[in-house]
Nanobody, 127 residues
Framework: EVQLVESGGGLVHAGGSLRLSCAASGFRFGEYAIGWFRQAPGKEREGVICFSSSDSSTYYADSVKGRFFISSDSAKNTVYLQMDSLKPEDTAVYYC????????????????????WGQGTQVTVSS
């Protein structure tokens, strides 16, 4: 059974940084897609950044380009989201997602039916 557990959320001032972690148990980093999504109050969940092993491509939402970065450590079965230059509009609950297979990164962040979600971690950016 695949389990994803996020950590690292919290309160930060605008302009600050946070690194979120997503520990994946029961997940094999062979052919896969991973991503970070977020949901702000009153808004739909959106794909922020996704990676696909099919072509080693990464999709970034326009709102986070140049500020957010995804990485993974297969030895630790952990995926990271580095968030720099945070803005109040980045405030949301952040979720990690992971699936086996080869969906393209943009598709994974937009229309793919996600198989495995974490429980979410709150990120609050104060102005």
């Amino acid at each position: 059974e695949v389990q994803l557990v996020e950590s690292g959320g919290g309160l930060v001032h605008a302009g600050g940084s946070l690194r979120l972690s997503c520990a994946a148990s029961g997940f094999r980093f062979g052919e896969y897609a991973i991503g970070w999504f977020r949901q702000a109050p009153g808004k739909e969940r959106e794909g922020v950044i996704c990676f696909s092993s099919s072509d080693s491509s990464t999709y970034y939402a326009d709102s986070v380009k140049g500020r957010f970065f995804i990485s993974s450590d297969s030895a630790k079965n952990t995926v990271y989201l580095q968030m720099d230059s945070l803005k109040p509009e980045d405030t949301a609950v952040y979720y990690c997602a992971a699936d086996h297979g080869t969906p393209r990164a943009h598709y994974y962040c937009s229309d793919y039916v996600i198989g495995h979600w974490g429980q979410g971690t709150q990120v609050t950016v104060s102005s």
